[in-house]
């Protein structure tokens, strides 16, 4: 069992930057695929980016290639998402996902454990 606790969220002006952290108990998540994802209101929860087990391999939703990375610590069970050059659109409730066994990293049905979220909402 792993729980998942996001932090991090918040207000923030159209260009500003934001950093999510996702900390995790229960278990050592060392062999966890860990990702991001994202719901607007009214829309699908939708993939954001992924950081495979190794920690080596990242990938992205072409809407935030470039502006968002993701990384984590096994050691101190944490995931993290800086999110630079924020635009209105990335307003959503963003949540930390973790999975086991991963084989479609951008589906949300791929994943075993999820955070409660936490808002950002980007102005204009």
């Known amino acids: 069992q792993v729980q998942l606790v996001e932090s991090g969220g918040g207000l923030v002006q159209a260009g500003g930057s934001l950093r999510l952290s996702c900390a995790a108990s229960?278990?050592?998540?060392?062999?966890?695929?860990m990702g991001w994802f994202r719901q607007a209101p009214g829309k699908e929860r939708e993939f954001v980016a992924v950081?495979?087990?190794?920690?080596?391999?990242?990938y992205y939703a072409e809407s935030v290639k470039g502006r968002f990375t993701i990384s984590r610590d096994n050691n101190k069970n944490m995931v993290y998402l800086q999110m630079n050059s924020l635009k209105p659109e990335d307003t959503a409730v963003y949540y930390c996902?973790?999975?086991?066994?991963?084989?479609?990293?951008?589906?949300?049905?791929?994943?075993?454990?999820w955070g409660q979220g936490t808002q950002v909402t980007v102005s204009s």
């Open positions: 996902a973790a999975g086991r066994l991963v084989n479609l990293l951008r589906s949300p049905y791929q994943y075993d454990y």
């Open positions: 950081i495979e087990w190794s920690g080596g391999t990242t």
């Open positions: 229960g278990r050592t998540i060392t062999s966890y695929a």
